[in-house]
């Protein structure tokens, strides 16, 4: 008698690109897959972690009514590390959400990060699930360091992008990978949602308009002929690098199942388009249920009428 084999679920970086993951699992647990491993790396670790500890259709439904006044909200900005500390988001995510430790869990879950003083590739396996996903999101530039176990950890998109080989040594034997590097993007939101950011609130104040408007200023980029600013290059280079090291690992160590969204318009901030990116998420394992389910053994599930 056939068994079905154990499903590793790779999720990688790509900031605003990764709520896609959210529309890929929902879709895959609708054909009755349930990845029994689960890796995550930056945005990648925050929706695994979410998911592995059951909480991910009410995340789910609370990203998609994000607006870019809320983004900014959750930002505290410094500019010691990094543009962004990282506390208040968590902390909102914290009060928000269950926080279980990763040895409670049901499914094996680790996610990646890298040690600032070595450069080491750092697989976090133990602990609270949201302060493992925290320990991979610290791109570097916009998510200020944090530190675990007394050392620094920086964005796990920087050794292991796409973290095929972790499911791997946690027993995997098919991949399914959600590579969100295929398209590259500059750090600077695109001109169109300067209006989502900039809009005349009402029950805005005067002081929150002014901010919300430095924030834009920083963020978005009126002339895409002008010369790039420093986020852009900080962020074209992280992307490049991403892009290129995903490339080589995947290539030695290839996914049963590679799943690419077509995000390319999608820049680094643009958080608040959540719907749009778990739509494409959901859509990307439509379109390949048949080769999934072939890797898998699994019959399709019914429609529902």
């Not at 909480?55 to 010691?80: K, N, P, Y």
């Not at 208040?88 to 680790?110: M, S, W």
């Not at 290129?244 to 969204?261: H, Q, V, Y």
Request: proline letters at 5%; one cysteine or more.
């Amino acid at each position: 008698m056939s068994r079905t084999p154990v499903v590793g679920l790779a999720l990688g970086s790509g900031s605003a690109r990764g709520w896609a993951h959210i529309g890929v699992i929902q879709e895959l647990e609708k054909l009755g897959i349930q990845p029994q491993v689960v890796a995550g790396t930056s945005i990648g670790a925050l929706v695994g972690a979410v998911y592995v500890s059951g909480q991910l259709d009410e995340f789910a439904d609370w990203v998609q009514t994000l607006t870019m006044r809320d983004v900014f909200g959750l930002l505290d900005i410094s500019l010691a590390g990094g543009v962004v500390k990282g506390e208040k988001l968590f902390g909102f995510f914290r009060e928000k959400h269950r926080n279980p430790d990763i040895e409670a869990l049901e499914k094996q879950f680790v996610t990646i990060a890298t040690e600032m003083k070595s450069g080491r590739e750092i697989w976090i396996r133990r602990g609270p699930v949201l302060r493992a996903a925290r320990a991979s999101c610290a791109l570097p530039g916009l998510f200020s360091p944090v530190k675990v176990d007394d050392r620094w950890m920086l964005d796990g998109g920087l050794v292991n992008p796409v973290p095929v080989s972790a499911c791997r040594a946690l027993g995997a034997e098919i991949v399914i990978a959600v590579n969100l590097n295929a398209q590259l993007v500059g750090a600077h939101m695109p001109r169109h949602s300067r209006d989502a950011v900039t809009h005349n609130d009402a029950n805005a104040t005067s002081e929150e308009r002014s901010l919300l408007q430095k924030l834009a200023n920083y963020f978005i980029s009126d002339d895409e002929d002008a010369e790039p600013g420093l986020l852009d290059v900080v962020s074209a280079s992280i992307n490049i690098m991403q892009d290129r090291i995903t490339r080589s690992r995947m290539a030695g160590d290839p996914a049963e199942i590679s799943l690419l969204p077509q995000l390319e318009d999608f820049a680094l901030m643009d958080f608040h388009r959540a719907k749009e990116a778990i739509e494409e998420g959901r859509n990307l394992v439509r379109r390949r249920e048949e080769e999934i389910l072939g890797w898998i053994g699994q019959p399709a599930a019914p429609l529902q009428v």
